[in-house]
């Protein structure tokens, strides 16, 4: 995630609405992937004051607007009320109970931080308008008994599972309280859990579908990460049953990844996209790791203000700027007292099955 400036010179960052310099209103462009200080012209038509095209004008996202959960901006050429990550809602939480709203706005920032890696990475995003069926939704949902312990994985106590069906991704919103996410991280025996990191693994299933498939990758795939034919019930069920396998760090990127070929590319899917935002967030800030920058993902290649994500960014560049930065952040985390950032350690066959993807993500075909 890279930073912006406002035509003041402060810093600005994805999530703000207001310069705390200047004062001005910010709004996101999602069509030139910036945020920008915009000026109100009429009734809800705002004017972008840098980089846009002239003569275009915006209109703020209906929950930006209405719910103050989101910074988007809508082209006024754009029909929809809604921006292109609060549009791919299909349920929200009930906003009658006051602590849902909190839990929706932390939601909806860690989906349009998802949505905008997808769109640097030039990736499909195809919505329910455009394919009823199978395009990308989410719903946000929320346990029917609140006193009930949630528990969002094969086991049967639960009322709301996060996951993922046919395009459609659901999200327990107790993901959203810290606390509650940290107690299920305990009891799940989990190195890693956080809200954008559930958003990422389960975008990976909904990407298999898209781009794995029925496609020509498949066969490659299948190689490397098992055959997804296997069944996925009993797979899941032996997991939580049995464990994993004693050898799984020597051959997966986390302990759930062993439990089918599915949740292996789902992980492996969501450490690259950990792997790709995080080197971006390191080369805006100008990171240099013994003595040499960090590299941008997309070739640090610029147009205007935006980065061009280049397929001749090379897998093995990436990756050793990966392992070098992480183990810096992790170091950097235990100087403040604090657990790894990225606690991981990749083997050969995990960084292969990450190559893959880099591979399925930047080459289209094989």
């Not at 296997?230 to 994993?244: C, F, S, V």
Request: proline share 5%.
């Amino acid at each position: 995630m890279k930073t912006f400036l406002c035509s003041c010179g402060n810093r600005l960052y994805f999530d703000n609405t207001q310069c705390l310099r200047c004062g001005k209103s910010l709004g996101f462009l999602q069509d030139l992937q910036l945020t920008s200080p915009v000026e109100s012209c009429t009734d809800n038509q705002w004017r972008a004051l840098q980089c846009a095209p002239e003569g275009r004008t915006y209109r703020k996202c209906r929950n930006y607007e209405e719910a103050a959960v989101c910074n988007w901006m809508v082209p006024e050429s754009d029909s929809n009320s809604y921006c292109l990550s609060c549009r791919l809602n299909q349920i929200i939480p009930n906003l009658s109970e006051p602590k849902n709203l909190t839990l929706w706005r932390r939601i909806e920032y860690a989906k349009r931080h998802l949505i905008y890696t997808l769109l640097e990475l030039g990736l499909p995003i195809v919505d329910r308008q455009e394919n009823p069926t199978h395009g990308l939704a989410f719903e946000f949902l929320a346990e029917q008994d609140t006193s009930t312990e949630f528990y969002d994985n094969v086991g049967k106590r639960n009322s709301v599972m996060t996951g993922h069906r046919e395009g459609t991704i659901t999200i327990n919103i107790a993901e959203a309280d810290p606390s509650a996410r940290e107690e299920m991280r305990e009891k799940m025996n989990e190195q890693y859990r956080t809200l954008l990191g559930h958003f990422r693994h389960e975008i990976g299933h909904y990407y298999w579908s898209e781009l794995v498939a029925d496609s020509a990758w498949l066969p490659g795939i299948r190689t490397l990460f098992g055959d997804e034919r296997d069944n996925y019930e009993q797979a899941l069920e032996r997991y939580y049953a049995q464990g994993p396998r004693d050898d799984w760090p020597d051959h997966y990127i986390s302990a759930y990844a062993s439990a089918h070929p599915w949740e292996d590319w789902a992980e492996t899917w969501a450490h690259y996209l950990h792997m790709i935002d995080t080197l971006e967030t390191a080369h805006d800030f100008g990171f240099v790791l013994a003595g040499r920058p960090i590299s941008h993902p997309g070739g640090a290649l610029k147009t205007g203000t935006q980065y061009t994500f280049d397929p001749r960014a090379t897998f093995d560049v990436l990756l050793d700027d990966w392992v070098n930065l992480a183990i810096a952040m992790n170091a950097l985390n235990h100087s403040m007292g604090l657990p790894d950032a990225y606690p991981f350690v990749l083997s050969q066959p995990a960084a292969e099955k990450l190559r893959a993807i880099h591979r399925v993500i930047r080459d289209g075909t094989p």
